[in-house]
């Protein structure tokens, strides 16, 4: 890490010209004002291609100890930065098989090869894939969301945090509601890794979402972590994703398909969702593979309030308007790229 990098990294991450087609850029999917995650349901590619599941938020991704919905061995940020620049199945970036021009596309910019002798000095010939992948990952690294009034309250200014949000506090971390099984802790997830760990914690859950045949069949395209084990035991599950600036990252779950956090707390009290017809049709309260942690529980009006003010109080406003972490590129660049979608 050094400002250097990070610096690259940012110029990097806002650049069309690593898509293949000129169209595209990391920050597609990943938009500043929703925390780093993507509004969208499903991604969708610089070829137009639509994906199975959705954009997870950066914030604080330097403590993920893995880094996607449902592969356990993609740890890195590195190697996670080569799926969307070189994957095929889905297209993201959709530089497959152009590399080079890839790179012959910044080695142009007189910029881009001052940048990159100052992130990486003494090398001789420093514009090379890997440091593309190494800036990116400093970049993505001071991604870090801390300033909400949650946060605040912790450090000792309670009034940050409104009576409701205290009350929606108490209930998120009651064994009646089991909530901070899963998004426990100060990354809100159960997947993490920091220096204070003797090893990194990785966890995927199945919440009951889909219970297709009622014999926990989730769609074909999004198996969840059984893509890696094989085990029929492990499908549907899927990685708790931070609740920091949740309130912004609608809509939520691995596949989008449940629109509002008020969606989401009907979906936990009935202890799985039920889908009455269709092809994805069947009871996940029921879904034999579902965590043990998602039994249902019943709400007051007022207490659905009190807990969706605390999850509101867990957005860090100043993460999503923090000039360090903006698009640094000109308005002559940004048009050249596929027209942003709306906030």
């Known amino acids: 890490m050094?400002?250097?990098?990070?610096l690259l990294g940012r110029h990097l991450f806002y650049d069309v010209r690593l898509s293949g087609n000129g169209t595209f850029s990391c920050a597609n999917c990943h938009l500043q004002s929703r925390a780093f995650a993507d509004p969208l349901p499903r991604g969708v590619g610089s070829t137009g291609e639509v994906h199975p599941r959705g954009a997870m938020s950066l914030a604080n991704v330097a403590f993920a100890s893995a880094l996607t919905w449902g592969?356990?061995?993609?740890?890195t940020l590195e190697a996670q930065a080569l799926v969307p620049m070189?994957?095929?199945?889905?297209?993201e970036l959709g530089l497959a098989g152009k590399e080079t021009e890839m790179l012959a596309r910044l080695g142009k910019d007189a910029r881009y090869r001052r940048m990159f002798a100052d992130a990486f000095p003494g090398e001789p010939a420093p514009l090379t894939l890997v440091n593309v992948t190494r800036a990116i990952a400093s970049f993505e690294r001071v991604l870090i969301s801390g300033r909400s009034?949650?946060?605040?309250?912790?450090?000792?200014?309670?009034?940050?945090?409104?009576?409701a949000a205290q009350r929606g506090e108490q209930l998120f971390f009651s064994e009646r509601l089991e909530c901070f099984h899963c998004h426990g802790g100060y990354a809100f997830t159960g997947t993490v890794n920091d220096m204070g760990k003797a090893f990194p914690e990785v966890e995927f859950h199945n919440t009951g979402l889909y219970?297709?045949?009622?014999?926990?069949?989730?769609?074909?395209?999004?198996?969840?972590?059984m893509d890696f084990t094989q085990r029929k035991e492990d499908e549907g599950k899927f990685?708790?994703?931070?609740?920091?600036?949740?309130a912004l990252t609608?809509?939520?779950?691995?596949?989008?398909?449940?629109?509002?956090?008020?969606?989401?707390?009907?979906?936990?009290?009935?202890g799985g969702r039920t889908i009455a017809s269709g092809p994805h049709a069947g009871d996940g309260s029921t879904n034999p593979n579902k965590s043990e942690f998602i039994n249902g529980f019943e709400l007051t009006a007022?207490?659905?309030?009190?807990?969706?003010?605390f999850l509101h109080s867990l957005t860090d406003s100043t993460f999503v308007t923090d000039p360090r972490f903006a698009d640094p590129w000109p308005d002559t660049l940004r048009a050249r790229g596929r027209a942003r979608r709306p906030d």
Request: aromatic share 6%; proline share 8%; net charge negative.
């Open 239 to 246: 990685k708790a994703p931070t609740l920091r600036n949740i």
């Open 211 to 225: 219970n297709i045949g009622g014999r926990g069949g989730f769609p074909r395209e999004n198996p969840g972590l």
């Open 2 to 6: 050094s400002e250097a990098k990070v």
């Open 86 to 91: 070189f994957g095929e199945d889905p297209v």
């Open 149 to 163: 009034p949650y946060d605040r309250a912790q450090h000792g200014e309670r009034a940050a945090m409104s009576a």
């Open 250 to 270: 609608a809509p939520y779950m691995h596949d989008g398909s449940i629109a509002t956090l008020d969606g989401v707390l009907d979906h936990y009290a009935a």
């Open 71 to 75: 592969n356990p061995n993609m740890r």
């Open 302 to 309: 007022g207490e659905r309030q009190d807990l969706l003010a």
